[in-house]
């Protein structure tokens, strides 16, 4: 579904992330991009992944940025129009109104979405389309998560992998 091809990306001046392998993001699974503050996964999807998706139109995008508080004015706004007898408390009742739209759409274009130090993300029950969920989180890991590390090798790059240790990846 979205095809990161191995290489060096550069996110920011001074800093890359290397990715020794590509890697595919998959409908169907859930990625959980882990490691330390500073390593680079907030950078990896704005400047990455991003910019693979943005114009596709063969599925739906959310997103949801680290500041998930500042989101919520937006989606109240937008509640308050299509749905006015919702109520969005917090980051849960974004996803719930969310799957509840998404579920109403008979096309069956599957679902994109990217959560950047997601905090209450909720995987719907019942909804009839693919999803491929890709989040970061220091607060809990899903079940069923597939691991893209992160790992700084020092303070200009950190190494990109999918599933097992760096070590492992070098022999």
Same mark, same amino acid.
């Given at each position: 579904m979205i095809q990161v091809k191995a290489g060096n990306y550069h996110v920011w001046q001074g800093f890359t992330l290397t990715l020794k392998e590509e890697i595919i993001f998959r409908a169907g699974n859930v990625y959980h991009l882990s490691g330390p503050n500073?390593?680079?996964k907030s950078s990896f999807i704005h400047k990455v992944l991003w910019e693979k998706i943005i114009k596709r139109d063969d599925c739906y995008v959310?997103?949801?940025q680290q &500041?998930?508080?500042l989101q919520l004015y937006a989606m109240r706004a937008w509640a308050a129009i299509y749905y006015p007898k919702s109520r969005i408390v917090d980051e849960k009742d974004v996803w719930d109104l969310m799957w509840t739209d998404l579920a109403k759409m008979k096309d069956g274009k599957p679902v994109v979405v990217i959560s950047?130090?997601?905090k209450k993300l909720v995987i719907? &029950?019942?909804l009839k389309r693919e999803i491929c969920l890709i989040y970061s989180s220091h607060i809990y890991n899903l079940p069923e998560s597939r691991a893209v590390n992160f790992e700084p090798v020092n303070g200009s790059q950190s190494m990109v992998y999918e599933?097992?240790?760096s070590r492992e990846l070098s022999q």
């Open positions: 500073g390593s680079g959310i997103r949801i &500041q998930m508080d950047d130090e997601a719907p &029950q019942g599933g097992s240790s």
